[in-house]
T-cell receptor
């Protein structure tokens, strides 16, 4: 069974731009969660989607948003990028409330 | 809110030796899950082991085992017969199943270096 995939793997943007990251979960998994990893703040939960509905959200500004499609694929969007948004963005999938399996991550650099 | 504490920022162990990574957590919940994840230099987060709080038996997975002390809120990871490929950041994580959402709360990680 294929694992969680994330695209793109690397991204360079400039301040003020917006970015969209994509995540395809393991087949049969309906929950997709997003995390931000930075050296200063560590791993922080962004949000979780289940059956196309956001059911949990972390403490991030409204510039961070996401959605989930009927095939469980998920996208997250960051608008008006700031230097502090430079991070590794990790996506994880699960069947529901169980073990989360992570993708390889997307490294975002904001210049 | 739940918190997870990993008090060892870095550890080193020689190949074939045994090492134990510490993790403590704070919660008022009685039912929850605990995990250890490994993040090698490739940055891929890999599940190492999982423990359900209602199970008294400590989880094991090949060379990896945990010492789960529910009353003490302690969840340490023991790696036996350490291998060079075990070199990675190790994160302890907590999840409270709510019936409507799932979210992992991570510790700050322990960087493990396995040496020859």
């Amino acid at each position: 069974k294929a694992g969680v995939t994330q695209t793109p793997r690397y991204l360079i943007k400039t301040r003020g731009q917006q970015v969209t990251l994509s995540c395809s979960p393991i087949s049969g998994h309906r929950s997709v969660s997003w995390y931000q990893q930075t050296p200063g703040q560590g791993l922080q939960f962004l949000f979780e989607y289940f059956s196309e509905t956001q059911r949990n959200k972390g403490n991030f500004p409204g510039r961070f948003s996401g959605r989930q499609f009927s095939n469980s694929r998920s996208e997250m969007n960051v608008s008006t990028l700031e230097l502090g948004d430079s991070a590794l963005y990790l996506c994880a999938s699960s069947r529901g409330e169980e073990t989360q399996y992570f993708g390889p991550g997307t490294r975002l650099l904001v210049l | 809110a739940q918190t997870v504490t990993q008090s060892q920022p870095e550890m080193s162990v020689q190949e074939a030796e045994t090492v134990t990574l510490s993790c403590t957590y704070d919660t008022s919940e009685s039912n929850y899950y605990l995990f250890w994840y490994k993040q090698p230099p490739s940055r891929q987060m890999i599940l190492v082991i999982r423990q359900e709080a209602y199970k008294q038996q400590n989880a094991t997975e090949n060379r990896f085992s945990v010492n789960f002390q529910k009353a003490a809120k302690s969840f340490s990871l023991k790696i036996s017969d350490s291998q060079l490929g075990d070199t990675a950041m190790y994160f302890c994580a907590f999840m409270k199943p709510t019936g409507t959402a799932s979210k992992l709360t991570f510790g700050t990680g322990t960087r493990l270096q396995v040496t020859l």
